[in-house]
């Protein structure tokens, strides 16, 4: 399989550190990098919302996001260091190629609407610091495409300061506009605790975990701690998995103050005095330097502006790789997937803001976010199916605790998404003028996302149910274990797929060889994966196929029988003939399940296929 972000991948050692300290910096930096998404022009505009509109009450949405956003991006480093896989991968290895193109496309739009929030809040910061106009500034945002490329050459650890640096910035310009606000600390601490003012603040409260926990960082993350090079034991996965969390803690709770100071700022200024609509940046830089007393206030804000836009645009680039490459195994060049990244968020950026002028792009940052909201199940959900599997995990799945609070945060997030879905096409159907036009075709798309998100929810429980009902069977199979008889068969192959059909198939064999014939058991896994990497493949079900096979044998083995195993990957018909004309096979024998009408169809077709391409005798069994 293709690494992850290969041009970086393993690129930054953290062996023969002589220190600790050394060592734990080694590791630190893939998490800054997720940071700048959870400081992103988007949480501007929901946290300037939040704030103008209702002072310090939704404080804690942004501590329990921020919470949320830990746990998460934790699960998501656990699984890039343990499998070597980011989440696009893990989960190309995992659903069938309709459901991948479906998860993918959901990705792309989430990345696409990120984006869009990047260029508008570079933009509107060039516009505000230089008075170049809006549509202008968001075409020179194109222009960073080569900043991006110019720091992935000189390396992840250039990229990293680079950030860092970005990161900086924004932090020194909010610590002197809490200095310039002077905010009310008691009501500060009042807002950490829950509640929901209107059903307004539900709208914004979404939005600002949309803006927060965004689906995009979790691939990142996945794939941005794979860059560092470690001793691939026990005791040095342990060590990465611990180090990358103190890193992700550190850096996601400077995010959460630079989102509350945000937040605070507007609370303090425009709430304090009355002005309630203050959703726009731009009016909100506007407003700073009249209320605040200072001209260094705004200049400081449009400068925070641009190095949020500039560092987040960056990770987002990056996120779009890992999502492209992983779910559709393609790479292109990486300034020509910048390119393409850029224009669709360009393109209705530019036409929105030529049509209804500068003052939607606060509404179209809020949306955008709402739109991060909604395809987090989409992410998250497979997330913790993967990092809940002990074979996928290797020994270092996540405990009961930790599954139980992961399932609590995805409950939260897809139900409040749902009421803000159901609330919203209600109010549609009721003021629009031609409401069958939105049964036909919202309605139905809604109720197709709802299944797609069901089928990822269950499908993993109900496909562990059946590999622990079908094939963990090796020692429940009645075997007529006869060793006494006319034997004509020496060396016997025989295909199982860890069924009923396989006794049928094994005693067939030993009828025909007996105790002194050699037998060679074949499997072939059929996975997506499978088919693509062939014997490179680590998934899930491989790992599955492959005890169950060594079960087969041992089993057999104890039982005084010569065994041998042969695992293939792809097609049965294409892969079976391969392993049989290669080896020096007296007959083939096959079990079925009693196919009837369109299944005896395929399996006719497949054994016709097969029959055709073998030199030997092949014996067709029915159970």
């Known amino acids: 399989m293709t690494e992850s972000l290969e041009e970086v991948n393993q690129s930054v050692s953290t062996l023969n550190k002589k220190s600790v300290f050394r060592k734990i910096l080694a590791f630190f930096g893939p998490a800054y990098l997720i940071s700048v ?17 209702f002072g310090y009450a939704l404080l804690w949405v ?29 989960s190309r290895e995992t659903y069938s190629p309709f459901i991948n193109y479906i998860l993918y496309f959901l990705a792309e739009i989430a990345i696409a609407a990120c984006d869009l929030a990047e260029v508008l809040g570079m933009a509107i910061g060039i516009n505000l610091l230089f008075d170049i106009p809006l549509i202008e500034g968001v075409l020179i945002t194109v222009l960073d495409t080569f900043l991006l490329l110019f720091l992935i050459n000189k390396g992840i650890r250039k990229m990293e300061a680079f950030i860092i640096v970005l990161v900086a910035i924004i932090g020194f310009s909010f610590i002197f506009e809490m200095i310039f606000a002077q905010p009310e600390l008691d009501k500060v601490l009042f807002g950490l605790i829950p509640s929901m003012p209107s059903e307004a603040a539900l709208y914004i ?48 709770n400077l995010a959460f103050l630079v989102n509350a100071a945000i937040l605070i700022l507007a609370a303090a200024t425009f709430y304090k005095n009355g002005m309630f609509e203050v959703a726009e940046i731009q009016d909100a830089h506007r407003f700073l330097e009249p209320l605040l007393g200072s001209k260094l206030a705004p200049v400081l804000f449009a400068v925070a502006l641009i190095a949020a836009g500039q560092s987040s645009t960056i990770t987002g680039t990056l996120a779009g790789q890992i999502v492209m490459e992983g779910y559709l195994n393609l790479r292109i060049q990486p300034w020509v997937r910048r390119i393409i990244t850029r224009l669709i968020a360009i393109i209705p950026a530019v036409i929105v803001i030529s049509i209804y002028g500068e003052s939607v792009t606060g509404k179209l940052l809020i949306l955008s976010q709402v739109i991060l909201s909604l395809q987090l199940g ?29 399932w609590i945060i995805a409950t939260i997030i897809v139900s409040l998404n749902a009421k803000l879905v159901f609330d919203e096409i209600t109010g549609w159907l009721a003021t629009s003028k031609n409401p069958i036009l939105l049964w036909l075709t919202v309605v139905p798309l809604a109720i197709s996302f709802l299944i797609l998100l069901l089928y990822i929810v269950f499908k993993p429980f109900i496909t562990k149910a059946k590999i622990d009902i079908e094939n963990h069977s090796p020692h429940n199979l009645k075997l007529k274990l006869s060793k ?22 094994l005693n067939n064999a030993f009828e025909l060889g007996g105790i002194g014939a050699k037998y060679t058991l074949i499997h072939v896994v059929e996975t997506v994966g499978a088919m693509i990497y062939g014997e490179n493949i680590d998934d899930h079900e491989t790992l599955i ?79």
């Open 37 to 53: 998404g959870y400081m992103d022009p988007g949480n501007w505009a929901t946290d300037i919302a939040g704030g103008s509109q």
């Open 62 to 90: 942004l501590l329990m996001s921020n919470i949320m956003a830990l746990l998460l991006q934790s699960l998501s480093a656990r699984l890039g260091i343990v499998t070597q896989r980011d989440l696009a991968q893990a």
């Open 205 to 252: 409260a979404i939005g600002i975990i949309g803006a927060t926990v965004m689906p995009h960082n979790l691939y990142l993350h996945s794939s941005l701690v794979q860059t560092r090079k470690f001793e691939r034991t026990t005791a040095g996965i342990k060590q990465a998995i611990k180090y990358n969390f103190i890193d992700s803690t550190i850096a996601l």
């Open 378 to 406: 989409f992410a998250i959900i497979p997330l913790i199916h993967f990092v809940s599997d002990k074979s996928k995990m290797k020994g270092f799945h996540i405990g009961k605790i930790t599954q139980i609070a992961s």
């Open 484 to 505: 006494s008889g006319n034997y004509t068969k020496k060396n016997i192959a025989v295909s199982v797929d860890f069924s009923d059909a396989d006794e049928v198939a």
């Open 545 to 623: 196929d492959e005890k169950l096979l060594e079960q087969y044998k041992v089993m057999l083995t104890e039982k005084g029988y010569k065994v041998a195993t042969q695992l293939g990957f792809g097609k049965p018909n294409k892969v079976i003939p391969e392993i049989i004309n290669k080896g020096e096979f007296d007959i083939l024998i096959m079990g079925t399940h009693g196919h009837t009408g369109f299944k005896d169809l395929i399996f006719g077709t497949t054994v016709d296929k097969l029959r055709h391409k073998i030199d030997i005798p092949l014996l067709i069994v029915k159970n």
